[in-house]
């Protein structure tokens, strides 16, 4: 397993979570999109805790699926202190995100 592909699906991972929240949150809400000025408030409702719990355990889930035998759980929870240091950074990009998809 090596490093950048790890980082990789983690990120691909995280995408298709973002993705699948977003999409619940806009049937939920009956909505087509976000407008620009509504996406950070509504991310940073979103991500609580329990999300990034959620997350976790996601990508946990998949990756011992993707890897098997290779699994490498100290890679994975080195990656996510990295990832989960910073809530404001992760807001942001997830903001970034969704304005991307949005396009």
Sequence with gaps: MKDGSLIHNINVLCQK?????????LEKNNI???NNDE?????D???TKEKELELKI???KSLKSMYKESYNSFSV????????EDRREIIKRVVLEI?????
């Design 17 to 25: 979570f973002c993705k699948y929240h977003y999409d619940k949150y």
């Design 39 to 43: 996406i950070e408030p509504v991310v």
């Design 99 to 103: 304005k991307q998809h949005q396009k």
């Design 58 to 60: 996601y990508i946990r």
């Design 45 to 47: 409702e979103m991500i």
């Design 77 to 84: 929870e080195n990656i996510f202190t990295e990832i989960f």
């Design 32 to 34: 087509q999109k976000l």
